[in-house]
């Protein structure tokens, strides 16, 4: 047993012989090592977990798919748990994960409950936090901040000589601070009230097309509208065709 163990997780303080007749053994065989008696032998579990609010939508697939291939060439694998936007099933996941001891932990976004963020600081596991900027990370943090971005499209629709702005938002605390400094800046521009229409988070193209139209039969006309998610501003472009509303030149969208 000891020398099927290191030819298995140390191979190579074994012979070239012994290696081959371990491996048509367990090939034979279709033994798969227990990885949880293992990790407690060598506090290595060689995973890591991910917690994203949902999969539903394309924007958190990146994410995943490069921590997949990056973790991969390293000899790691990832394992994968939606949250969902209203936070209320974090704590339960975060517990499950850390009862399972990964060797890290990647985080979307830095809102989390006082008793999650207590388990994972005394947990000691890697952290690793994203899609969000704060001064007060529970260990790395890897994001942009929000309220800039809110800023930032303000500025450039401005730019572009638009002065009757809308939004389009999902109502996740994200999408809310961007919203909210959106708005702070086109006011600060001289710019009208933003004409917004609030969603349920997940965002979806239909909801899109559903906010616009209730936008443009609203009495204030709109010549551009900032969306929250690129979902939603997919919806946004698919209602603008459907109503003759020519984009950009009479509506810009931005995603």
């Known amino acids: 047993p000891i020398t099927a163990s290191r030819a298995v997780?140390?191979?190579d303080q074994v012979s070239d012989d012994v290696r081959r007749r371990v491996t048509e053994a367990i090939a034979r065989t279709g033994y798969v090592?227990?990885?949880l008696a293992g990790g407690l032998a060598s506090t290595r579990s060689r995973l890591v977990a991910a917690v994203v609010p949902t999969i539903s939508g394309p924007v958190f697939l990146e994410t995943v798919q490069s921590l997949t291939e990056a973790l991969a060439e390293r000899g790691y694998q990832l394992m994968l748990g939606q949250a969902g936007y209203a936070g209320t099933r974090e704590d339960a996941l975060l517990e499950a994960i850390i009862g399972r001891r990964p060797d890290g932990i990647v985080l979307t976004g830095i809102l989390h409950s006082s008793e999650g963020r207590k388990r994972l600081l005394a947990s000691g596991i890697p952290v690793v936090e994203t899609w969000d900027l704060t001064p007060t990370p529970i260990d790395m943090l890897v994001g942009f901040s929000h309220l800039e971005v809110g800023r930032a499209v303000a500025q450039y629709?401005?730019?572009?000589?638009?002065r009757r702005l809308a939004v389009v938002a999902g109502d996740d605390e994200r999408a809310k601070r961007r919203l909210a400094a959106f708005r702070a800046e086109a006011q600060a521009l001289g710019l009208p009230e933003v004409q917004t229409v609030m969603v349920a988070a997940p965002t979806t193209l239909k909801s899109g097309r559903t906010a616009l139209a209730q936008l443009l039969g609203g009495r204030a006309a709109i010549d551009a509208v900032f969306c929250s998610s690129d979902l939603l501003a997919l919806g946004v472009l698919t209602e603008a065709r459907a109503q003759g509303v020519?984009?950009?030149q009479r509506l810009a969208v931005v995603g």
Do not use: C, E
């Open 9 to 11: 997780n140390v191979p």
């Open 246 to 248: 020519a984009v950009p």
């Open 33 to 35: 090592p227990n990885r």
């Open 157 to 162: 629709l401005h730019g572009r000589g638009r």
